[in-house]
């Protein structure tokens, strides 16, 4: 990636730049570097999208940069705000796609899911996302406006901005691997002091395993790591999980066990994602087999009913799996949570794309927005 990304328009888009692209942006204006946390803050603090507002920034340099640049987040085209609290954002990308982003409230805490490129292409059997294909990357801003159109919809910013947002998680659309580069830089601002100030403790990375991806973030991030690993073994992972043909589970752990433990605080665990599939993955030997697999690795695994949706024949556990595999789980002392479902009345799907907009794939399938809330408990 070059140092500093212009984005199809002529004029180059501040808001997903890091903080040394930023500095780098203004070197090459024959500016000092320190402009770069000035703007940092006035975008990701106090929400700001117009140079004019930048009292701490000269006349004649807000006219350069009124020139050259611009601070510009997708196009929210709906909001809806369900009866629990789940906000959705139904967002415009370029090209004419649809993304959604949707903010989930639990009590202190607010988590907001995230998305990370148009479609994917790694066509998981029970994903609509993946049945969809892959369509494009999003780009640092598009993923970083994400937050800042939620922030500013809650009225977070500034300095007396109450902090809904306090928690991020990349499961929305896409795989955040296989678009790096941006959703490196976009976790990077989320957690930055002068941007949003997130807990690396509360910015989760979720991956179907892409293993040299994972084994290049050491260093690059400190953000939390959640694997979707969704079978107990290679045989059945691989049915569910097409690119574990490529990277098996056990390469995967090694790698997912290097990052954790690259991470300076070293209590820190793995979220084991498990999407629960009716007589597929669910039933008893299949948690005595992942608690054996797990058994030595830092984890909490986080149990997710599947979520039906038309082009799929699969179907949601029933009741008595899903908690019978969970106390099995538990008695074999693993911290075990169950996604429960949120927002339902507004088809809070996390991070589904809404459709190309006007699409038919708007009655989409409703799945894990329902609540990522207890990903990062235990
Ligand atoms: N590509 C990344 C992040 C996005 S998917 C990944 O795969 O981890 C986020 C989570 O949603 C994954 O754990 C995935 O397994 C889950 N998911 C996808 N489709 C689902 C469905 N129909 N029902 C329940 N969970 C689903
Ligand atoms: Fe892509 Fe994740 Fe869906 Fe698999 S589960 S197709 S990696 S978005």
């Known amino acids: 990636m070059t140092a500093v990304s212009v984005i199809e328009n002529p004029k180059t888009n501040l808001l997903g730049l890091s903080q040394q692209k930023l500095e780098q942006f203004f070197e090459g204006l024959g500016e000092k570097r320190f402009r770069a946390v000035q703007v940092l803050k006035w975008i990701h603090q106090m929400g700001v999208d117009s140079f004019d507002e930048m009292s ?8 350069k940069l009124n020139q050259l640049a611009v601070i510009e987040a997708p196009e929210v085209l709906q909001q809806l705000d369900s009866a629990d609290g789940t906000r959705k954002f139904i967002i415009r990308v370029a090209g004419g796609s649809a993304i959604e982003t949707v903010f989930i409230p639990d009590g202190e805490r607010g988590t907001l899911c995230v998305s990370s490129q148009v479609g994917c292409s790694l066509d998981c059997s029970f994903c609509s996302t993946g049945k969809q294909g892959f369509n494009r990357d999003l780009s640092a801003a598009e993923i970083i ?44 601002l989320m957690m930055h002091d002068n941007c949003y100030g997130i ?18 973030l050491r260093g690059l991030t400190d953000a939390c790591l959640a694997i979707s690993l969704h ?13 574990n043909k490529k990277y098996p589970i ?13 991470l300076p605080d070293n209590h820190r665990k793995i ?44 179907k949601r556990v029933s009741n008595n799996a899903l908690y019978r595999f969970r106390d099995i789980l538990t008695q074999e002392g693993f911290v075990t949570t169950v996604r429960t479902t949120r927002g339902d009345d507004i088809d809070a799907a996390c991070g589904q794309l809404a459709g190309q907009v006007n699409d038919k794939t708007r009655r989409q399938q409703r799945y894990q ?5 207890l990903i990062n408990e235990g």
């Open 56 to 63: 701490n920034i000269s006349k004649g340099l807000r006219a």
């Open 250 to 262: 056990a390469m995967l752990l090694e790698s997912s066990v290097r990052y954790i433990e690259s």
């Open 231 to 243: 079978a107990p073994n290679d045989e059945l992972r691989n049915k569910l999980v097409p690119i």
């Open 145 to 188: 406006g994400q937050v800042w159109i939620a922030a500013k919809s809650f009225g977070q910013f500034g300095p007396n901005g109450p902090r809904k947002i306090t928690n991020v998680v990349m499961m929305g659309m896409g795989e955040p691997l296989l678009n790096f580069d941006n959703v490196v830089d976009a976790m990077n």
């Open 199 to 216: 807990s690396k403790r509360r910015v989760t990375l979720s991956t179907s395993g892409v293993v040299p991806a994972l084994d290049k």
């Open 369 to 373: 927005a329902q609540a990522i809330r």
């Open 271 to 314: 979220t084991i994602e498990y999407t629960l599939i009716d007589q597929l993955n669910d039933r008893t030997e299949h948690a005595r087999q992942l608690a054996e697999l797990l058994r030595d690795i830092p984890v909490k695994i986080n149990l997710i009913p599947f979520n039906p949706f038309p082009q799929s024949d699969y």
